[in-house]
């Protein structure tokens, strides 16, 4: 057994690049590890902006730290064909709930609360490896859709914390139990890889006008309903040393079959959701670069409002509404590597960077629900990243927020954070 401190750096690089195969050749038997972040922030807004206060968020003074993640990770190869892979989450240091439908007592939401910390399962899958070019995966397992998903680990991303956008309008880290292929195609300047996924489906009471479809797949019962799969694909184009090019889709037929009470959505039109995205990231001694766009699409969302907005006070769910067709998240972050441009490894390895975001989960309603304005957010997030060792991290950066197009108040915060990420031990 050793203590490699160098290894998450080199799988890191083989996950940016979706490389999963190569990935497990860095180990002979089990590996472990893990990754986590801890974030304070200094914020001149308040917490709510949706009420009490015509103008958007109140202007006053807040601070606040918090863990946003602890993660322990392991893989086990039993031979070297078959794999294990696990990941448990300890998020936000929150007291748990869990909820049960109350049959006897005509299908009343339940709530108990059951253990001192939110803890979940967010990776458990066997891998088969077969070839290169096609390999299968079963079990809990991460869904590609979108850059941050696919790509989620803290040392990875510039900002103290995770991209806004995409983690406000679809479920982030979005984990589901299912089957996925996986594998590698082509060589040198050709060369691509591919996940595709059949999965449990969004589930239609998740769905609100805050987050969209952030909460659609929120593991709150024993069980998911399977009743309407999901389907995820990812291709990424990895020919160029250092770039990645990578789009995917996920679709479901109809989010309604997977509600908690077949009855909730019974003789409703279907509500099919379909989510697109299109990333890149750029990688050499001078400079990394990230890009992001994501659109999700739901139709019939405006019958689904309605339903929504009429769920049991014990829903587990928020109930805000309107839930809008189309939402949208867009982005892009530059940093520029000083230890590279001076060329000199006594300099720190110290990463200013500037990033760019818009989102809102209500882009375009149908019907006649109407998109509420203090959702339409975009911003600009500056700071720098001082890598004090390759699988260690510390931030500094500060974010303004323009709301609604500028019609409501801003939002300004300044946060400092540190993040790791490593495999530990090996065999």
Request: proline residues 4%; glycine residues 12%; charged residues 20%.
């Amino acid at each position: 057994m050793t203590v490699c401190s160098l290894l998450w750096s080199a799988s890191a690089d083989a996950q940016q690049n979706g490389d999963s195969i190569a990935e497990y050749q860095s180990f002979d038997k089990y590996r472990y590890g893990g990754y986590g972040e801890m974030v304070a922030a200094f914020k001149d807004y308040g917490n709510n902006r949706f009420y009490g206060n015509a103008e958007g968020n109140p202007k006053t003074h807040r601070n606040t730290i918090s863990i946003p993640r602890f993660v322990l990770a392991g893989d086990y190869k039993f031979d070297s064909k078959w794999i294990l892979g696990v990941e448990i989450e300890f998020e936000s240091g929150g007291t748990g709930t869990a909820y049960e439908l109350e049959n006897t007592e005509n299908g009343e939401y339940e709530t108990e609360v059951e253990k001192g910390g939110e803890v979940a399962i967010e990776q458990f899958h066997i891998t088969r490896l077969i070839h290169p070019a096609f390999n299968v995966r079963a079990g809990h397992i991460i869904v590609p859709v979108g850059q941050n998903n696919a790509h989620h680990e803290p040392i990875i991303f510039f900002g103290t914390v995770r991209p806004e956008g995409e983690t406000t309008i679809i479920p982030n880290t979005w984990h589901e139990t299912g089957l996925e292929l996986f594998g590698q195609l082509g060589r040198r300047y050709a060369s691509f890889n591919y996940q595709a996924m059949v999965m449990a489906g969004l589930n239609g009471n998740g769905f609100d006008r805050n987050k969209w479809a952030g909460g659609a797949g929120a593991h709150i019962f024993e069980e998911d309903n399977f009743s309407q799969p999901g389907y995820a694909f990812r291709l990424n184009y990895t020919g160029v040393p250092g770039l990645r090019l990578g789009t995917a889709f996920y679709f479901c037929k109809n989010v309604g079959d997977n509600s908690d009470k077949e009855q909730t959505y019974k003789g409703m039109k279907k509500m099919p959701v379909r989510i697109w995205n299109a990333d890149a990231q750029y990688k050499c001694k001078y400079a990394e670069a990230r890009c992001n766009f994501l659109v999700g699409n739901l139709t019939n969302s405006d019958a689904l409002s309605q339903k929504n907005n009429k769920l049991s006070n014990k829903s587990p769910y928020s109930r805000l509404t309107p839930i809008a067709h189309k939402a949208v998240a867009y982005g892009g972050e530059l940093g520029i590597n000083i230890r590279g441009i001076v060329n000199d490894m006594r300099c720190p390895d110290i990463i200013p960077f500037a990033r760019y975001e818009y989102y809102n989960p209500q882009e375009e309603g149908r019907g006649i629900d109407v998109m509420d304005p203090r959702l339409k957010t975009s911003m600009w997030v500056a700071g720098l990243n001082w890598r004090a060792l390759p699988n260690l991290v510390v931030k500094a950066d500060y974010t303004t927020r323009s709301i609604g197009g500028g019609k409501y108040n801003k939002e300004n915060e300044f946060a400092v954070g540190v993040a790791f990420a490593g495999w530990m031990f090996k065999k």
